[in-house]
């Protein structure tokens, strides 16, 4: 059996356990992080510099002639490389009049295909489901079965061949060209010299475009072996290093960089140190990436106990989770941003500040987001309100104005006459055309 599923589940007390953990670990995972990106700027900077340098400085010499004027300085030679010798891979006995073979080795074995799937359970708890897949496959190196969940029956051999790369000195004009220096010719060519090749090489069979060790390559069987070779060929090089007498070699440059640049045919200086500067900056984007990654995983980590602590409803888990998600998201962009300048600020100040206030500029735009969700009256609401007439109040209506006709004076004691008769002339003084109507004494 080459498949197998596997459940597990884990408790809420354990996931908040295994959260309060993973803080240790996202402190560590934000500490490496700012050492990356911190080292990569520096790194991506100093390799700037030293490409700039030694771009300015290199001399193109017309033809491949020693020049004593140009002697331990940066020189562009461009010409005929020729071998001084065969090249020879003396395990399987394969040769080539070219400057550089490559050996290539792929065995036959046990890959571990790993996929998982959590569900938050009502009351904290996580369920697991992980199954484990084998298949066999083509790999340029050992996979350690050792490591695998169902090692049984899916054990892989020792890989007793491995890739390598076999040179020779030459030759380019004047100059001399060690092994050390021919090794960075690029051997991408496919090899054809196995047509020529016995049909047995050592203890591997010869199929004419590869070596085979197993019994059929149709049907292979795992700790099978395949070898199949490029190589670099004699002719027209391109070659940006430093003229010592008649040798070429490593150019060192003001801060410690070494650098020799192979391209085949003829390239010019400007195109090459376009590519390495290219190259450059690519790998600062990639390592930025990896950084501002691991970074994320830290405070994703660090705020984990709280997603862990609201997965006793797992409603409220997944909306915790998201929401860290975002936090760890942004935390991640500032404090990115300003290592990443403070790197900077050294060699380039003003590209330093442009970046701090990308940082600031992100946390402005997240404290707006958090303002417009508080609601607001827009002009056009306010003036409809205007126009539009009070509603009638639902609270309880005021008392009705007392109707109980006025008492006669004869009832009425001196004090209260005269309070009435202040009131009746304030009455009046207000309501002229109302007038206070006495009624008629009743008849006894």
């Given at each position: 059996m080459d498949k197998f599923t596997e459940t597990t589940y884990t408790s809420y007390g354990q996931n908040i356990g295994n959260s309060f953990k993973?803080?240790?670990?996202?402190i560590v995972?934000?500490?490496?992080?700012?050492?990356?990106?911190?080292?990569?700027?520096?790194?991506?900077?100093?390799?700037?510099?030293?490409l700039k340098e030694m771009e300015e400085k290199i001399i193109t010499l017309p033809?491949?002639?020693?020049?004593?004027?140009?002697?331990?300085?940066?020189v562009l030679v461009q010409g005929a490389v020729k071998p001084m010798s065969e090249v020879v891979d003396p395990e399987f006995n394969v040769k080539t009049d070219g400057l550089v073979l490559r050996r290539q080795v792929e065995m036959y074995q046990w890959k571990e295909n790993k996929e998982s799937t959590t569900k938050d359970k009502l009351g904290g708890g996580t369920?697991?489901?992980?199954?484990?897949?084998y298949v066999r496959t083509w790999s340029p190196?050992?996979?350690?079965?050792?490591?695998?969940?169902?090692?049984?029956?899916?054990?892989?051999?020792?890989?007793?061949?491995?890739?390598?790369?076999?040179?020779?000195?030459?030759?380019?004009?004047?100059?001399?060209?060690?092994?050390?220096?021919?090794?960075?010719?690029?051997?991408?060519?496919?090899?054809?010299?196995?047509?020529?090749?016995?049909?047995?090489?050592?203890?591997?069979?010869?199929?004419?475009?590869?070596?085979?060790?197993?019994?059929?390559?149709?049907?292979p069987m795992v700790g099978d072996i395949k070898i199949t070779y490029t190589y670099a060929p004699a002719g027209e090089y391109t070659f940006a290093a430093k003229e010592e007498g008649k040798k070429l070699t490593h150019y060192v440059?003001?801060?410690?960089?070494?650098?020799v640049f192979v391209r085949s045919g003829r390239v010019s200086a400007k195109t090459i140190f376009k590519e390495e500067l290219d190259a450059n900056a690519a790998l600062t984007w990639i390592l930025r990436g990896v950084g501002l990654l691991v970074m994320f995983f830290g405070f994703t980590m660090i705020m984990g106990p709280i997603a862990a602590?609201?997965?006793?409803?797992?409603?409220?888990?997944?909306?915790?989770?998201?929401?860290?998600?975002?936090?760890?998201?942004?935390?991640?962009?500032?404090?990115?941003?300003?290592?990443?300048?403070?790197?900077?600020?050294?060699?380039?100040?003003?590209?330093?500040?442009?970046?701090?206030?990308?940082?600031?500029?992100?946390?402005?735009?997240?404290a707006k987001f958090g303002k417009k969700k508080v609601p607001s009256t827009s002009p056009q609401a306010a003036t409809a309100t205007a126009s539009t007439p009070p509603a009638r109040p639902e609270s309880t209506p005021p008392p009705q104005r007392d109707t109980t006709p006025p008492q006669r004076e004869d009832t009425v004691t001196a004090p209260d006459r005269e309070e009435g008769a202040a009131s009746s002339e304030t009455e009046e003084s207000t309501s002229p055309s109302r007038k206070a109507v006495t009624p008629p004494p009743r008849e006894s």
């Open positions: 993973g803080i240790f670990f996202g995972f934000i500490i490496g992080s700012i050492v990356l990106l911190w080292w990569n700027e520096g790194r991506s900077v100093e390799q700037a510099t030293a033809a491949p002639k020693y020049d004593a004027a140009v002697d331990g300085k940066a369920e697991t489901t992980t199954t484990y897949e190196y050992r996979i350690d079965s050792s490591s695998f969940q169902h090692p049984m029956n899916h054990e892989n051999p020792m890989m007793n061949y491995k890739s390598e790369s076999f040179n020779t000195d030459a030759m380019l004009g004047d100059f001399y060209l060690d092994r050390s220096m021919v090794g960075y010719v690029r051997a991408s060519t496919t090899y054809a010299g196995l047509n020529s090749m016995p049909n047995q090489a050592g203890v591997a069979r010869n199929y004419k475009s590869y070596l085979y060790i197993g019994m059929n390559p149709q049907t440059t003001e801060n410690g960089k070494e650098f602590l609201a997965k006793v409803i797992p409603v409220l888990g997944s909306l915790a989770s998201g929401v860290t998600s975002i936090v760890a998201a942004v935390l991640t962009l500032i404090l990115g941003s300003v290592i990443i300048a403070l790197a900077w600020f050294g060699s380039r100040p003003m590209l330093s500040l442009g970046i701090i206030g990308i940082g600031i500029a992100l946390a402005v735009l997240l």
